[in-house]
């Protein structure tokens, strides 16, 4: 049985069909990316499981457990972890201070800062320093980092390389990746720079107007140049 | 009739239906006037009056996206004006209403240009600061505003053509009409024009209008400055109405009774401003009939038009954002369509 | 001279009771990002029960007592009932809720209570100090408003700053939905913050319901005076809050002073208007400002 799985799940925002019949699974300690482009969908799909948006159908399961109809504020204390579009920092606070928030719901058991600051050494600098004077890079690092805080055994990231620069890219993927592989996270990684997020994954979805029109191994995906062409951009 | 609508549809059409519109409601509201008694006839003109404050407003907020709890202060401007000229002066009554929505103009400026820089709650806390502390002017130079009593002013005579038996109470109604027509007019233009495009435009978005060429700050300042002389005017004719200028007719709560009647009666919509000057007319008549047929005491039937404006702006904004005429219009889209006419 | 004095201590205790209204604004614009125009008419139905209270009962402190509870209650129902329909909405719809309920406020108290002006007693003596024979315009009751506001701005800062609840006040009203994601119970802080700014606005009514006796109009310019105070400070600071009701209040007791009572609404609109043209923000933001 998977970490995370998703059956059917549809989405609609009045008339229009957001999301649509989607059905996935991610593994324990495995990276599923879910490409595809602009208004496909992926980002509704994160926030259909993590509750932002209401589903009109389908279930989701976090270990077994059904969490579709679970209350946002609550998704995180049954350990999942969404880090939203545009990293979702906390501007007017401090780095620590949005560090610490995101280890309020599990109060004591909370992972430890320090553990994050070896995790990120550029917070540890800018601990005290306003949010909104960080970098993009450094912001991606926060973000994560914030989600971290609550032990998540699921990790749902949404376009974590917008905005970055290449270099900062392949290490905040490298990242991504080692985080799976340590400490046994299924990661659900939405992208559009496909690229990236195909190097690093194990599996790759392609969504397009809602609809799963790909799902397979993530190299076999890369290599399919019919695919990359029509979805990919690459 | 075909070569009349198409007459309507041409560019210089919105002048012909704003035209065509003024002259119907003239019509309407001279047979209204001959029907009604004295009582009703003076209820009329409040209504009027009434209805050239609001039509201002409801384009400021509607519109232009600006809200003003400094309305009823700028009536007092111009009322004050008419008092003043036409007490002290002895002006005319045309040039007298004409120089109160000059004046109330010219605050508005004042008011509009500091607006420009603010935005929704700080411009509604400048606002209601202004309306609450102009007033005291009154009170510190109680010798020219006549300190508490107010000035007071001769009744406006009908001329002597109408007959010497002509209610004075008809006359009132006619002038403020005159006034309310006349602002139907100037509103429902400006409106469809390109003025009322740029108005919407920076409500929508500042940036993008901006973009587009708009100049952000002299159209919002527009906007203040025509409502302002709207207020003015309106507060010009109720001192003309009820031959007076007291501080007491200009509290916040005049600035909170407008602001609830074009909530009401639909933000941005002229209709909705008739509604709404209907209710701020007619309610304080209702609940005291209702209060005195439940023999209500004194202190609830005293609040009871205000706790219902208080009700009606919660529950407008909650249940009804769109007022009286957002319903009508709602269920004027329900009911069957008309045939598509060709080629519009 | 020494009406200058007076003039200054005057003005302090009185902004003290304009920091207090300050503060409670402050708390909801920090909270839900609202500003709360209904808090002249919150604090005065507040002070209007701790009147009844006083006059059955025959106690002060538990008049006060009673005000404050009531207004934790109050703030707490008015979010939960009626703010929260319109939170995250255009800000001219919040606006005119506010105004709504400030005009039922003000109606309703009316209808209880009458619209005559009472009188309320004061927590302690008036009577000025005897500073080396001259009497000073500056009372033991004086000493007690100061104090008291300076402790409860010391406290919200505290909250604010050190606690966990001030952690998530903060992370909810900055980024709502963010701080859903992290598992902050967005809502439950949206009614805390409320009620908490009742809290502090009842406290003002008790102070400054001696010097402007109870009625439903009493406390209208005190609102405006709190929300000048507010703006000067900067909305988003509990210490300009404080700050600028003890300078707006100097301010407004020289001019009432030198010009004469009646221009002190006039002279509050200037500051307003000075501060919102000259720095929006106000003296101490530190978030910049919203310029579009």
Same mark, same amino acid.
């Given at each position: 049985m998977a970490l995370l799985e998703i059956e059917s799940l549809t989405t609609d925002y009045g008339p229009v069909?957001?999301?649509?019949?989607v059905t996935l699974a991610v593994e324990h300690g495995s990276v599923t990316a879910v490409l595809g482009a602009n208004g496909a969908g992926k980002t509704s799909l994160l926030r259909t499981i993590s509750g932002l948006e209401r589903a009109s159908a389908g279930h989701v399961r976090l270990d077994g457990e059904?969490? #579709?109809? %679970?209350a946002v504020e609550d998704i995180v204390r049954r350990g999942l972890s969404h880090v939203p579009e545009g990293r979702g %920092?906390? +501007?007017?606070?401090?780095t620590e201070e949005n560090l610490r928030v995101g280890g309020l719901s599990r109060g004591?058991?909370?992972?430890?800062l320090s553990d994050i600051y070896e995790l990120f050494p550029p917070l540890r600098e800018r601990r005290?320093?306003?949010? +909104?004077? #960080?970098?993009g890079g450094e912001r991606q690092m926060l973000s994560i980092g914030r989600a971290l805080m609550a032990r998540p055994r699921v990790l749902l990231l949404d376009e974590?390389?917008?905005? #970055?620069a290449p270099r900062v890219i392949a290490q905040i993927m490298q990242l991504i990746s080692s985080l799976a592989a340590e400490r046994g996270l299924a990661v659900l990684l939405v992208e559009q720079n496909a690229r990236s997020a195909l190097s690093i994954a194990h599996r790759g979805i392609v969504l397009n107007l809602g609809c799963i029109v790909a799902d397979d191994d993530a190299h076999k995906l890369a290599a399919d140049e019919g695919m990359r062409h029509a979805y990919l951009g690459f | 009739m075909n070569a009349a609508l198409r007459v309507l549809r041409k560019p210089y059409g919105t002048l012909a239906r704003s035209l065509a519109l003024v002259v119907l409601a003239a019509v309407i509201l001279f047979l209204v006037s001959e029907a009604l008694g004295a009582y009703d006839d003076l209820q009329l003109a409040n209504g009027a009056y009434y209805f050239v404050v609001l039509a201002g407003l409801t384009v400021l907020t $509607?519109?232009?996206g600006q809200i003003s709890l400094g309305h009823g202060a700028l009536m007092a401007v111009g009322a004050y004006t008419v008092a003043l000229l036409?007490?002290? =002066?002895? *002006?005319?009554?045309v040039p007298a209403l004409l120089a109160a929505t000059g004046i109330a103009a010219l605050v508005g400026t004042a008011v509009g240009a500091a607006a420009t820089r603010l935005r929704g709650p700080y411009l509604a806390g400048a606002t209601l600061a202004f309306a609450i502390g102009l007033p005291a002017l009154a009170d510190k130079y109680t010798g020219t505003? $006549? $300190? =508490?009593n107010g000035l007071s002013i001769n009744p406006p005579t009908p001329p002597s053509a109408l007959g010497a038996s002509f209610p004075l109470e008809r006359w009132e109604a006619w002038i403020a009409c005159v006034g309310a027509l006349f602002v139907l007019f100037a509103m429902n233009n400006l409106k469809s024009s390109g003025t009322g495009r740029a108005f919407r435009a920076v409500r929508d978005d500042e940036i993008a209008a901006s973009l587009c060429g708009l100049r952000v700050g002299r159209v919002q300042t527009l906007a203040f400055v025509l409502s302002a002389a709207c207020a003015g005017l309106g507060g010009g004719l109720l001192a003309v109405v009820l031959q007076l200028a007291a501080p007491g007719a200009f509290q916040l709560g005049l600035s909170l009774s407008l602001l609830t009647a074009i909530v009401l009666g639909g933000l941005g919509s002229l209709t909705g401003a008739i509604w709404g000057a209907a209710v701020l007319v007619l309610l304080p008549s209702w609940t005291n009939d209702l209060a005195h047929s439940f023999s209500l005491p004194g202190n609830v039937t005293a609040n009871l038009p205000l706790a219902i404006y208080g009700l009606v702006l919660i529950g407008a904004m909650i249940a *009804?954002?769109?007022?009286i005429q957002g319903a009508v219009r709602a269920v004027a889209l329900r009911l069957p369509a008309r045939r598509a006419s060709g080629g519009s | 001279m020494t009406r200058f004095i007076d003039l200054t201590l005057n003005g302090i205790s009185t902004g003290a009771v304009y920091a207090a209204v300050a503060l409670a604004l402050v708390l909801i614009w920090r909270a839900t990002?609202?500003?709360?125009?209904?808090q002249g008419g919150m604090l005065m139905i507040t002070t209007f029960i701790a009147s009844s209270v006083i006059n059955t009962s025959g106690s002060y402190w538990l008049g006060f007592v009673v005000a404050l509870a009531s207004g934790l209650v109050l703030g707490a129902i008015v979010e939960r009932l009626l703010i929260r329909k319109v939170e995250?909405?255009?800000?001219l719809n919040a606006v005119i809720v506010a105004l709504g309920l400030l005009v039922l406020l003000q109606a309703s108290a009316g209808m209880i209570w009458g619209n005559t002006p009472r009188s309320f007693p004061p927590a302690f003596s008036i009577r000025g100090y005897d500073v080396g024979g001259t009497r000073v315009l500056f009372s033991p009751n004086d000493t007690f408003i100061v104090l008291v506001v300076i402790g409860v701005a010391v406290g919200l800062a505290a909250l604010f700053r050190g606690t966990a609840i001030g952690l998530k006040l903060r992370a909810a009203a900055f980024q709502p939905e963010v701080a859903r994601l992290l598992g902050v119970r967005v809502g439950r802080m949206f009614t805390l913050g409320w009620a908490l700014a009742a809290l502090v606005g009842s406290l003002a009514g008790l102070l400054v319901a001696p010097a402007v006796?109870?009625?439903?109009?009493?406390?209208d310019p005190i609102l405006i005076f709190g929300f000048t105070a507010a703006v000067l400070g900067g909305l988003d600071s509990p210490v300009g809050a404080v700050v600028g009701g003890i300078a707006l209040g100097l301010v407004l007791s020289y001019v009432s002073g030198y010009?004469?009572?009646?221009l002190v609404t006039l002279a509050a609109l200037v500051v307003l208007l000075a501060v919102l043209m000259i720095?929006?923000?106000?003296?101490?933001?530190?978030t910049r400002e919203r310029r579009v």
């Open positions: 069909r957001a999301v649509d019949g059904e969490i #579709l109809g %679970v %920092v906390i +501007a007017e606070l401090s004591a058991d909370a992972l430890a005290t320093q306003l949010a +909104a004077s #960080l970098s974590p390389s917008l905005g #970055l | $509607g519109l232009s036409i007490g002290n =002066e002895h *002006w005319p009554l505003f $006549g $300190g =508490e *009804w954002p769109s007022g | 990002r609202i500003v709360n125009f209904a995250g909405g255009p800000p006796f109870v009625g439903p109009n009493q406390f010009e004469g009572a009646s720095r929006p923000g106000g003296l101490f933001s530190s």
